[in-house]
């Protein structure tokens, strides 16, 4: 079956530690993101790829780092600079390209916790 | 003003129930709407997707979209517990501009 797997399910960071968290998608999708959640608010863009190798900042890029090596795969580090990592993260992809107007499919998330 | 807002909740209904979702916007550059269902730790799924004014139909669930008053719904008829989930509005001006998202509402349907 054709998605998102997102892993972990569950991520514990201590202090000063940075951590990665994996996205991987067999859509053939061009573009992909990573986005934020947090109780009571909707989500928000981290970073966002267009295509291999190429990757923009989204509107809470401080703290977190990216990199699109594959088509498939766009890992996420949360630094130690990040000081509220705390969240649900989600990872989505799109057809992408032009027109670029197809929507957004997610991944199950990992929630990430501070020990 | 924030450019999206949806309805706070939660939501409580009985089973069987016509519910209506609302999302309201200040950016009149938006025209691709979506409503994305979200279940407890899961990611959300598209459940609806639109283009401009008008309205989409699909089984139980029909999306409406008001450019003019910058609202858009989401009903569904005959709601059945397996609704019971948070719902989100999102959407995007252009087709490579980003989406932004509503809070969410949550719905409980009562068997």
């Known amino acids: 079956d054709g998605g998102i797997t997102q892993s972990p399910k569950y991520l514990f960071r201590k202090e000063g530690q940075n951590v990665t968290l994996s996205c991987e998608q067999n859509?053939?999708?061009?573009?992909m993101y990573w986005y934020r959640q947090d109780p009571g608010q909707g989500l928000r863009l981290i970073y966002y790829?267009?295509?291999?190798?190429?990757?923009q900042k989204g509107d809470i890029a401080e703290g977190y780092s990216v990199s699109r090596e594959k088509k498939e795969s766009f890992p996420l580090t949360v630094t130690s600079a990040q000081k509220n990592p705390t969240a649900f993260y989600l990872c989505?992809?799109?057809?992408?390209?032009?027109?670029?107007?197809?929507?957004?499919?997610f991944g199950d998330g990992t929630r990430l916790s501070i020990l | 003003q924030k450019e999206v807002e949806q309805d706070p909740g939660p939501l409580s209904v009985p089973e069987g129930a016509i519910v209506s979702l609302n999302c309201t916007y200040s950016?009149?550059?938006?025209?691709?709407f979506m409503w994305y269902r979200q279940y407890s730790r899961k990611g959300p799924e598209l459940l609806m997707y639109t283009y401009s004014s008008g309205n989409k139909e699909d089984g139980r669930f029909t999306a409406q979209v008001d450019k003019s008053s910058k609202y858009i719904s989401l009903f569904i008829r005959d709601s059945q517990p397996s609704d019971s989930a948070t719902y989100l509005c999102?959407?995007?001006?252009?087709?490579?501009?980003?989406?932004?998202f509503g809070k969410g509402i949550t719905l409980s349907v009562r068997p």
């Open positions: 950016n009149s550059a938006f025209q691709y």
């Open positions: 999102a959407m995007r001006a252009g087709a490579n501009s980003k989406l932004t």
């Open positions: 859509l053939n999708h061009d573009a």
């Open positions: 790829s267009q295509i291999v190798n190429d990757f």
């Open positions: 989505a992809s799109s057809i992408g390209g032009v027109p670029g107007n197809q929507p957004q499919h």
